[in-house]
């Protein structure tokens, strides 16, 4: 089983800031690679696929890089909705598909 | 707007069974595969099940093989996970979720709210 492992496990930061988030996996996963923003009592929501791939209606200060173990989520310029947990979320040797801890974004 | 919706939560015994429902509107249910995935209170999101558009694909994460059962009937637009045997661990909110793309695994990009299933004595 792929573990990912995020990092930092809570990110205290301002509006209007940059974010960048991190996931690991414990093996190559190639591009396959999804990220999720889960607010309180909310769904979670696709924002990212194939690493780098911006599902629909995502605004564009969201980005994701990277490929094989190493992976990046940036938010550009954070909007007051952007304080939420995200996930990064593997499909590449599946089952299991495998989601990180999740990095809480909070508001410093 | 393309949705899903679950129904069928509650709580249960340990040992208990229970059947989780899922309906789907306004997309082409017959064409996409789905999943169900479980987050428990306070924790983060755990992968349940897959299952393929034509129910040909199945998959379980080892912690509910051999007790939860996913299937779906396309003429119905629903999905269903029939989950026996249940632990208290299991205690969790269940979500339905579409797969992003046909003939590749994107993604999970439509979610449905949730139903919470609490298994306590």
């Known amino acids: 089983e792929i573990v990912l492992t995020q990092s930092p496990a809570t990110l205290s930061l301002s509006p209007g800031q940059r974010a960048t988030l991190s996931c690991r996996a414990s093996?190559?996963?190639?591009?396959?690679l999804a990220w999720y923003q889960q607010k309180p009592g909310q769904a979670p929501r696709l924002l990212i696929y194939?690493?780098?791939n911006r599902a629909t209606g995502i605004p564009a200060r969201f980005s994701g890089s990277g490929s094989g173990t190493d992976f990046t989520l940036t938010i550009n310029s954070l909007e007051p909705e952007d304080f939420a947990v995200y996930y990064c979320q593997q499909h590449s040797n599946w089952p299991p598909i495998t989601f990180g801890q999740g990095t809480r974004l909070e508001i410093k | 707007d393309v949705q899903v919706v679950e129904s069928g939560g509650g709580l249960v015994q340990p040992g208990g069974s229970l059947r989780l429902s899922c309906a789907a509107s306004r997309f082409t249910f017959s064409s996409d595969s789905m999943n169900w995935v479980r987050q428990a209170p306070g924790k983060g999101l755990e992968w349940v099940s897959y299952i393929s558009s034509s129910s040909n694909t199945i998959y379980y994460a080892d912690s509910v093989k051999g007790r939860f059962t996913i299937s779906r009937d396309n003429a119905k637009n629903s999905l269903y996970l029939q989950m026996n045997s249940l632990r208290d661990e299991d205690t969790a909110v269940y979500y339905c979720?579409?797969?992003?793309?046909?003939?590749?695994?994107?993604?999970?990009?439509?979610w449905g709210q949730g139903t919470t299933v609490t298994v306590s004595s």
């Open positions: 979720a579409r797969t992003l793309g046909s003939y590749k695994y994107y993604g999970m990009d439509v």
């Open positions: 093996q190559s996963v190639s591009s396959y």
């Open positions: 194939d690493a780098s």
